[in-house]
């Protein structure tokens, strides 16, 4: 069993959409969670952090921890086409220069 | 946010040649830097932990005398890829997490190295 899984899509929705992105883990030790957004060929884009459980908002964007399920997600609001990329989940442990474990990503498609 | 810089962009060389990529941190100072390598379509696998003054931790299966690591500086880590072959053309990125906050990793733009 890989220690973060996301299933890599694609996935197309139309503009306007809530968008939902999931991923599980296996490693309850992880503690902080992080969602990255990737464009084709550039270095990934932090979007959103969270330590441990718990829900957290920013503009268009909702990130939410379930550590009892091992199950994190990210929901995006009023899509845009500007949102289409590689969106990676990662997590670790949250101790000071821990690596960082990264989810395969899901690969959104937001259609005008 | 910090912001980290990566040299060159994308390099092609022939095999059997070394190329060297550079990894800085323009705005912080950087005691940890991570390198990672992504294939076409596939996650960022991590291939080594950079520490300043010493040296590099290395994933299993990751080859030590193959990719070879520097982190010379504060602001600086280099990654050498040591007789490369076309199996190792590939999608190089580096992290570096910031002093004053170390779990939030600031990402470089990536180096695509093509080997022919």
């Known amino acids: 069993q890989k220690e973060v899984e996301q299933d890599p899509g694609p996935l197309s929705v139309p503009e306007g959409a809530i968008v939902s992105l999931n991923c599980t883990y296996s490693?309850?030790?992880?503690?902080?969670f992080m969602w990255y957004r990737q464009y084709s060929r550039k270095g990934p884009e932090l979007l959103m952090y969270t330590y441990s459980s718990g829900n957290k908002e920013d503009g268009r964007f909702t990130a939410q921890v379930d550590k009892s399920s091992k199950y994190i997600s990210l929901f995006i609001r009023d899509s845009q086409p500007s949102d289409s990329a590689t969106y990676l989940c990662?997590?670790?442990?949250?101790?000071?220069?821990?690596?960082?474990?990264f989810g395969p990503g899901t690969s959104l498609s937001v259609i005008p | 946010g910090a912001v980290v810089s990566q040299h060159p962009s994308w390099v092609i060389c022939k095999s059997g040649t070394s190329v060297k990529i550079e990894c800085r941190s323009l705005d912080f100072q950087a005691t940890t830097m991570f390198w990672y390598r992504q294939f076409p379509k596939q996650s960022l696998m991590l291939m080594a932990t950079s520490n300043e003054g010493s040296k590099a931790t290395y994933e299993q299966g990751v080859e030590k005398d193959k990719f070879l690591i520097n982190h010379a500086s504060l602001t600086l880590s280099t990654l050498t890829v040591t007789s490369a072959h076309p199996e190792d053309s590939s999608f190089y990125i580096c992290?570096?997490?910031?002093?004053?906050?170390?779990?939030?990793?600031?990402f470089g733009p990536g180096t695509r190295l093509t080997v022919l």
């Open positions: 490693n309850s030790a992880f503690q902080y």
């Open positions: 990662a997590m670790n442990r949250g101790t000071s220069y821990d690596k960082v474990i």
């Open positions: 992290s570096a997490p910031e002093v004053m906050a170390p779990n939030e990793q600031f």
